[in-house]
């Protein structure tokens, strides 16, 4: 019986103590040996980013923190009332209608006019947001409207309904006269609601004309005006993200030409950008969403300045002349695609230029005099062959010529291998492209397979740019099995940052009940969040990113088909080495971590571990955070030490030494 043995029957009697003790005493499975004296390279500062598209209801309905749905009658044909009833109050007697003469502005043609010929207890509208309008007690919402009154001066009433018809938040807006203008109110709330109604009433007889009706919640991320909603700002800020990719997506192609994303009619006064349709409205035939607009109120202003606020780069993607290949399948001829190209350029002034250029000037109109210092811009979203490649030429062409301070991301295609992808890069590689993006969606198979893709990719082409992947469960689920395989792969990202210099995980929004895209990083309802198991790898990878990038080897003695994955990197300033690790399988797994080339290790180390009881495991509404990281401390850590990594789990272990 040799000692281990004996050590380890000793404390099999013990309950408590036999998982430390085992896994200092039992023989190694798995041998981790990093080399902290031999860095490898740098790992890309960028690596860890998001990915913002429109899908899901992620922009109004939901990042973007208006509570109003068809906030200015604009949503098409018989829907331009969707989202509002008639309210007639006793007495009352008129009719309400959409008027498109005389209008607020062209980008903004229909308007509410309601016909007062008794105003009793008040005629009017009432809107119910989407699917409800959440008030809190306490608060204060900014309610705004842009209103007319043809017969003399008018009043209105505003009011916060609850489900019951009490009002539980009120404000008059007084001497509405004959031309278009903008009234403003600050409503305090009395009651909570989580299914409130926004209602406006003439007070008095006549006719009035209403647009832009709108209500925020004085308390967006940052308090910025036409902001976004606090608590999943938030969930994004904490992810640390390098980069926002925005705005798409196939929203940045359109279903066709006329429906693509165009960056111009998204900035600028709120009420003068012209919306749109979604291109997710139709996108699915199993998940149609007939009344999913974009009101553009989230546009490329706000994105920018969201950016900022979280000290992310902005990525922004644009059209390059060819609307979605899997619809309608569009191309803009060679010879008509200038006006794209100076779409470009003139988007690399708004955010670059000085206040003195004309598209600076419009930036420092909004708020925003200083530059957003934009480095990257992606041409195309996810195209393919011949056209796109010969559009993308044109676009690099006069990028370079005159903005060569900026990075272009061009695309390679829609699937990691295959036809469309090998003549993507065989070309882009001839072009010289900066980065290269590629996207998958692929089960975890796919991803715990795959988790050298990288390791062989060309260090002298371009970079390489997983814009969008996430892994897909046969159930269509957002749980632990899908969680462990992306970790597992983003080990391989790490490892290869040198080529990989940019990912991120996609789509990052899905409102429950409003979406047509069902693997998403983070969900939502109208009041309340929560991010999925992949969410907190995303996390967990971005907030424990080293600099350098430390060799690792692995030797797994196990005769089990679960593999182990691990990388190490350091922080170059504090010295202080960090090792992810994730153990897919159903047993855990105790690895002997020999770490060479440190001068002087800390015995005390930090663990932070995301693990469940199974891989079908999922965080929702109820149980937000059945699958998070849980940070601990760990002992006996020196240049040979055993640790023992949990069943089902991604781990990353801090581990100080001296610089
Ligand atoms: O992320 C959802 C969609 O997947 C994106 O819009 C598109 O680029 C990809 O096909």
């Given at each position: 019986?040799?000692?281990a ?10 309950p ?27 790992v ?40 509002w ?28 006019r ?13 809107n ?62 009395s ?49 640390k ?11 940045v ?124 811009l ?155 198991p ?17 060799p ?51 015995s ?5 571990v ?16 059945k ?33």
């Amino acid at each position: 019986m040799n000692f281990a043995y004996r050590v380890l029957r000793c404390y099999l009697a013990l309950p408590g103590l036999v998982l430390f003790t085992l896994a200092a005493g039992a023989a190694p499975q798995v041998t981790m040996s990093i080399d902290a004296g031999k860095p490898v390279h740098s790992v890309s500062p960028n690596l860890y980013g998001v990915f913002f598209e429109d899908i899901n209801y992620a922009a109004d309905g939901g990042l973007y923190a208006e509570m109003i749905q068809n906030r200015s009658f604009e949503f098409a044909g018989k829907d331009a009332l969707f989202g509002w009833t008639q309210v007639e109050r006793e007495g009352a007697i008129g009719s309400l209608s959409i008027e498109t003469e005389r209008p607020l502005n062209k980008n903004n043609p229909h308007y509410l006019r309601m016909a007062v010929a008794d105003a009793g207890e008040g005629l009017g509208v009432a809107n119910h947001g989407f699917n409800g309008i959440p008030i809190k007690q306490g608060s204060n919402y900014l309610f705004s409207v842009h209103a007319r009154a043809l017969n003399g001066v008018g009043n209105l009433s505003v009011e916060l309904v609850n489900t019951k018809g009490k009002t539980i938040g009120a404000a008059n807006i007084v001497g509405v006269n004959p031309g278009w203008n903008k009234y403003t109110s600050v409503i305090r709330a009395s009651g909570t609601e989580s299914n409130a109604s926004l209602v406006i009433v003439a007070r008095t007889v006549g006719t009035m004309d209403l647009d832009m009706i709108s209500l925020f919640p004085d308390d967006t991320f940052k308090k910025r005006p036409n902001g976004l909603r606090g608590d999943l700002a938030q969930m994004v800020a904490n992810l640390k993200p390098s980069f926002v990719r925005f705005p798409g997506g196939c929203i940045v192609e359109g279903k066709d030409l006329a429906n693509r994303y165009r960056w111009k009619d998204t900035v600028g006064d709120v009420a003068e950008r012209k919306g749109n349709w979604n291109r997710w409205q139709s996108a699915m035939s199993e998940a149609p969403a007939p009344q999913y607009y974009q009101s553009y109120g989230l546009g490329f202003y706000e994105f920018f300045q969201f950016c900022e606020d979280i000290g992310a780069q902005p990525l922004p993607v644009l059209n390059c002349g060819m609307s979605c290949q899997f619809q309608d399948n569009q191309l803009v001829p060679m010879e008509d695609l200038e006006p794209y190209v100076q779409d470009a350029l003139d988007l690399i002034e708004f955010a670059n230029g000085s206040e003195y250029t004309p598209w600076g000037a419009k930036r420092a109109a909004m708020g925003h005099p200083e530059p957003f210092r934009m480095k990257f811009l992606a041409i195309g979203n996810e195209q393919w062959g011949d056209d796109y490649v010969a559009r993308y030429e044109k676009f690099a062409a006069a990028i370079k010529a005159k903005r060569p301070e900026i990075r272009i991301i061009a695309s390679a295609g829609p699937d990691p291998s295959g036809e469309k992808f090998n003549n993507a890069w065989t070309n882009l590689v001839a072009l010289k492209a900066d980065i290269v993006d590629e996207h998958y969606y692929k089960p975890p198979s796919w991803f715990f397979s795959n988790a050298g893709r990288y390791d062989n990719y060309d260090r002298n082409g371009p970079s390489v740019f997983a814009g969008e992947y996430a892994a897909h469960t046969s159930s269509r689920r957002n749980n632990l099995e899908a969680a462990l395989s992306e970790a597992a792969f983003m080990t391989g990202l790490e490892r290869n940052s040198d080529v990989v210099e940019m990912a991120s995980y996609a789509p990052l929004f899905a409102r429950q009940g409003f979406t047509q895209w069902d693997i998403d990083l983070i969900w939502f309802d109208k009041s309340s969040t929560y991010g999925t198991p992949s969410y907190y790898v995303q996390q967990l990878f971005s907030c424990n990113r080293g600099d350098i990038l430390l060799p690792t080897t692995l030797s797994d003695t196990r005769k089990t088909k679960s593999q182990f994955f691990a990388t190490a990197s350091r922080n170059v300033k504090t010295g202080q080495v960090i090792i992810k690790a994730v153990n897919p399988g159903e047993d855990s797994v105790n690895v002997e971590i020999l770490l060479a080339g440190l001068i002087s290790i800390n015995s005390k180390g930090q663990s932070i571990v995301l693990s469940g009881k199974s891989v079908a495991d999922e965080n929702s509404f109820k149980e937000p955070v059945k699958i998070a990281p849980v940070t601990d401390t760990f002992g006996g850590v020196s240049s040979k030490f055993h640790y023992r990594f949990k069943p089902y789990s991604v781990t990353i272990l801090r581990i100080d030494a001296a610089p």
